[in-house]
């Protein structure tokens, strides 16, 4: 049976693609970007998590393997939600290319019960996995962080060669799209590096429109609780000017743009 390690399931979630949706987040994730909200997504095995309790600190464990008819029966319960609201579950992570046995196991269980899946991507996965998911899903949501190799590197630890060339290949494939671009101060929200994300959108067939994601703080404690370093814990949340200014960028560009997903 095919089996797969995940971390959270996110019941009635209304920012994870059109519709109540169901957001399920894979473990391990082959990028380590810098103002990452879910480092317990990181690592691809099951960890311990220190929680506040009124005994003092408990360690819990975070992440469990599950099969796909107990992940798919956990999805059949909000069908009527689905149904109602135009919804449907979205693979999440971490990274979900990043268990692609798995994600294409689960995918082809939704396909078959006509359950609208969408996938929540940094795209850095090969072709050939890539190749294999396409056809089964109804919406990409891809996230767009730094067009800039050399910074992209930096900040993620990863070339974004494989990101630009894979998503071009999935609008190429007529699969809809919406490009997610994390707006954190002085790495992302640049001008330089927005106008070149606008530049290469225009370059795509299916990009259904942007979704505008501000840094938050809401994610830093999760590092204490792993023994991990918050490298951005002294970054604040980008103005809301600022990010006022970008969206109207994008719409003047010619694009549908939300804040927040």
């Not at 135009?86 to 294409?104: H, K, N, R, V, Y």
């Not at 767009?144 to 894979?166: A, C, I, P």
Request: charged content about 25%.
């Amino acid at each position: 049976m095919t089996q797969g390690t995940i971390f959270k399931i996110k019941k009635y979630a209304l920012h994870d693609g059109p519709g109540i949706r169901t957001t399920v987040f894979f473990k391990g994730c082959p990028l380590s970007c810098r103002w990452c909200h879910n480092p317990e997504g990181l690592d691809p095995e099951p960890q311990t998590m220190s929680r506040r309790a009124s005994s003092g600190e408990i360690d819990e464990t975070v992440g469990i393997v599950l099969g796909v008819d107990d992940l798919i029966k956990e999805i059949e319960k909000d069908v009527l939600f689905y149904d109602e609201s135009g919804g449907g579950a979205t693979f999440s992570g971490g990274e979900p290319l990043a268990q692609p046995q798995f994600l294409e196991a689960v995918l082809a269980a939704c396909n078959h019960l006509e359950i609208h899946a969408a996938l929540d991507t940094s795209g850095f996965a090969p072709v050939a996995v890539l190749d294999r998911i396409l056809p089964r899903l109804q919406l990409v949501l891809f996230d767009l962080k730094v067009m800039d190799e050399k910074q992209h590197r930096r900040y993620t630890g990863v070339s974004n060669r494989t990101v630009l060339e894979n998503l071009t290949r999935i609008a190429d494939s007529r699969t809809p799209v919406r490009i997610r671009v994390p707006l954190i101060p002085g790495i992302t929200d640049g001008s330089a590096n927005i106008a070149e994300i606008i530049r290469f959108a225009c370059t795509l067939k299916t990009v259904q429109g942007v979704d505008l994601l501000p840094f938050h703080r809401i994610g830093g404690e999760k590092y204490r609780r792993l023994g991990m370093t918050d490298t951005m814990a002294e970054t604040a949340p980008p103005m809301t000017e600022r990010v006022a200014a970008i969206k109207h960028r994008f719409e003047s560009a010619g694009w549908t743009v939300s804040i927040g997903g």
